[in-house]
C-alpha cells in the first residue's frame, strides 16, 4: 500500500491551499483480504496557518494498493 508523500498533497480554495503530509492507514499493511472485505481508514495532518483564508478547501490523493 502506498500513501502520498509528504508535501505532494494541498488543498486548495481559490489561491489559497493548505498542505496535507504525514498520512497513515489503518491497517498499517495488507497481508490477505478476506472474502468479506476489507475496510481501511486513512488519516492524515492538516497544515492550517495563523491567518489562514476561510472557504471551501478541497483537493485528492491516490492511494495505491498493489495486490497479488
Excluded: D, H, K
Excluded at 486548495?12 to 495488507?30: C, D, H, L, T
Excluded at 490477505?32 to 476561510?54: C, E, K
Amino acid at each position: 500500500m502506498t500513501l502520498p508523500a509528504n508535501g505532494s498533497t494541498r488543498l486548495a480554495s481559490g489561491a489559497n491551499s493548505m498542505a496535507v503530509g504525514s498520512f497513515v492507514s489503518s491497517p498499517a499493511s495488507i497481508q490477505t483480504i478476506p472474502s468479506s472485505g476489507l475496510t481501511m481508514g486513512v488519516g492524515a495532518t492538516l497544515t492550517v496557518a495563523p491567518n489562514q483564508a476561510p472557504g471551501n478547501y478541497s483537493g485528492s490523493f491516490s492511494l495505491i494498493v498493489n495486490y497479488q
